[in-house]
């Protein structure tokens, strides 16, 4: 039987199919009930968080475990804030940087000087700002320490995105620029998705680090100034301040719970929703899985709800902002007089900046510090240089080889990226009583065996690059590797380190970075009224910190900032403009 297009029965059947593709089903009600769940509790950590800075007296942190869910809620808004924050520094910072070669001249520096600059650093001078920013709230504290997470997170991410969009294959950008799409439509059809398997799993790894700092972020104590936020990272404070075993051991048991949690409902979903932005020639053996994304996919009502906004979004990814034309396969070597002349003005200026930057800096020390202050700063820098470079020379010979034999094998993936990232959180905090206790015991050196602890936290960051560069790793190339039949040594070392290798220096620059962002809590351990220290600038910045001595912190924040920066421009850096030019997948 033929219906007419104006048929009654046609319309209704057509009517009754779109009605029935926009019920609710049970994924329907599932996801709805997950969406409620997450509002009500966010509502409810917001707004005590804006809550009077009086109740922080009148209700004092406890060790009582009931508490342990309240703390964990608070912890985990504060680093999701923290995360959504790093994540638009890095879309805004990352992208002017590999953009602009004039931006970059004063981006990449600051980055390594501010990756360099330890989270009690920004909180000597940014708690007072934010606390006289709200006067008599909780909400001043809840900024400050927000901020001093976003510090511990945004430049390994800073980092990842510009090198993601300056290793673009060629052969990408010459196609879109002969469809001749914009700089705007290029960005988000092509230098975005394909920055966002190694975006993702560096966000992933600030999430973990974040963890490690989260102590000193929530139990702020910077001269005169004590506050006591209630999260995971003061109840931790306060337990190894009383000595509490049990108490330890509930706030890692509700670390690990919460890590689970956003791995699975967040994390998860997100890896596997980026797998479809993998640089690939040919079809891909396996992918990851995730039941949340599985879960969304097979609703109905949500999909239809949202799909308007996806729509208005891919309209604006459309736009046709102006751009200026190039052609494809030019090149831009050669540049105009004028745009010379601006060069070597900007130049000069970032010169003139510097120079009386670090002027005024030493006239400042000069004032309050002798010469004698100055050496000692320097010759702990030149001793926590030499324990960071140990380590992180250990960590690759160890993490290298796992995280290629864990990216190369997604279902291996799966399972190891929630164990990774609770060990990425493990704050060395935790360890500090046992590594107290056992140095204490056997009359072991503190130099060198308090060291270890600096490159806890630090050494994922090699890990997770590592995971993310073999997961991108194209299936053709292994193809082509297994076709030729390269085994053992010529494998990796004309396929897979290659292929990873910016994924890599990203890694070891961001942890070389960490380790000595975390020689402060590192090089200075406590367990109760037991001290022991090593001797290094973070003990040297720590002590200075404790003691609200404004002068030493800047000088250790200053030497710290010298030592980074030249071990980047001398190491990183070259490395990381071999990879650019020699080592693109073009």
């Known amino acids: 039987m033929v219906f007419l297009p104006n048929d009654r029965r046609e319309r209704s059947a057509v009517a009754a199919l779109a009605g029935a593709r926009i019920l609710p089903n049970g994924y329907d009600l599932a996801a709805f009930a997950f969406i409620v769940a997450v509002a009500f509790l966010a509502l409810h950590g917001v707004a005590e968080m804006r809550a009077p800075l009086s109740g922080l007296a009148a209700a004092?942190?406890?060790l009582d475990p009931a508490n342990l869910p309240e703390y964990a809620l608070r912890t985990t808004l504060r680093m999701l804030a923290a995360i959504v924050a790093s994540l638009v520094f890095t879309f805004v910072v990352a992208t002017l940087a590999a953009k602009s070669r004039r931006a970059e001249t004063i981006i990449i520096p600051a980055l390594d000087i501010l990756q360099s600059v330890p989270v009690l650093?920004?909180?000597t001078f940014t708690v007072t700002f934010f606390m006289g920013l709200f006067p008599g709230s909780q909400l001043g504290a809840e900024c400050a320490s927000i901020f001093a997470i976003f510090t511990s997170q945004a430049w390994n991410m800073a980092f990842s995105f510009y090198q993601s969009l300056r290793t673009v294959p060629r052969d990408l950008d010459e196609v879109s620029r002969g469809f001749g799409l914009s700089t705007w439509q290029r960005f988000w059809r092509l230098e975005a998705p394909f920055a966002a398997p190694g975006l993702i799993w560096n966000t992933m790894m600030s999430m973990s680090g974040g963890w490690?700092?989260?102590v000193a972020s929530e139990a702020i104590a910077v001269g005169n100034t004590t506050v006591q936020l209630p999260g995971l990272g003061s109840w931790l404070a306060l337990a190894i301040d009383k000595q509490d075993f049990a108490a330890v051991g509930w706030a890692v048991l509700a670390m690990g719970i919460v890590i689970l949690l956003y791995d699975q409902l967040l994390f998860r979903?997100?890896?596997?929703?980026?797998?479809?932005?993998?640089?690939?020639?040919?079809?891909?053996?396996?992918?990851?899985?995730s039941w949340v994304y599985s879960l969304v996919r097979r609703t109905r009502l949500l999909k239809h709800l949202t799909a308007p906004f996806a729509a208005i979004w891919g309209r604006v990814m459309l736009i046709r902002l102006r751009s200026r034309p190039t052609m494809v396969g030019r090149r831009q070597d050669g540049r105009r007089p004028i745009t010379r002349v601006i060069d070597y003005g900007w130049l000069a200026l970032i010169a003139v900046v510097g120079v009386w930057s670090v002027w005024s800096a030493v006239s400042y020390l000069d004032q309050t510090l002798s010469w004698n202050d100055v050496g000692i700063a320097f010759a702990g820098g030149f001793v926590t240089l030499v324990r960071v470079v140990v380590l992180i020379a250990v960590a690759s010979l160890i993490w290298v080889p796992l995280g290629v034999w864990i990216?190369?094998?997604?279902?291996?993936?799966?399972?190891?990226?929630?164990?990774?990232?609770?060990?990425?959180?493990?704050?060395?905090?935790v360890l500090f009583p046992v590594v107290v206790i056992?140095?204490?015991?056997?009359?072991?050196?503190?130099?060198?065996?308090?060291?270890?602890?600096?490159?806890?936290?630090?050494?994922w960051y090699i890990l997770f690059n590592v995971i993310a560069g073999a997961s991108a790793f194209p299936t053709d190339l292994r193809e082509a590797s297994s076709v030729y039949r390269l085994r053992s040594w010529t494998w990796w070392r004309r396929a897979i380190l290659p292929g990873i290798f910016p994924y890599y220096v990203t890694g070891a620059l961001t942890a070389s970075g960490g380790s000595w962002n975390a020689s402060i809590v590192a090089e200075l351990a406590s367990w109760g009224n037991t001290k022991l220290e090593a001797f290094g600038l973070g003990s040297y910045i720590a002590k200075a910190t404790e003691a609200g001595d404004f002068p030493r912190v800047i000088l250790g924040i200053v030497v710290m900032s010298v030592f980074v920066t030249l071990f980047n421009r001398t190491l990183w850096r070259p490395l990381y403009v071999f990879a650019e030019r020699r080592l693109r997948l073009d």
Do not use: C, H, Y
């Open 60 to 62: 004092p942190l406890t």
């Open 121 to 123: 650093g920004f909180l």
């Open 212 to 214: 490690f700092f989260v």
């Open 269 to 289: 979903p997100i890896v596997a929703w980026a797998d479809k932005f993998r640089f690939e020639q040919t079809a891909g053996q396996e992918k990851p899985r």
């Open 407 to 429: 990216g190369l094998r997604p279902a291996v993936a799966e399972r190891v990226q929630p164990v990774a990232q609770f060990l990425a959180a493990f704050p060395a905090n």
């Open 438 to 459: 056992a140095i204490v015991a056997t009359g072991a050196n503190p130099d060198i065996w308090l060291s270890p602890l600096m490159v806890l936290g630090t050494q």
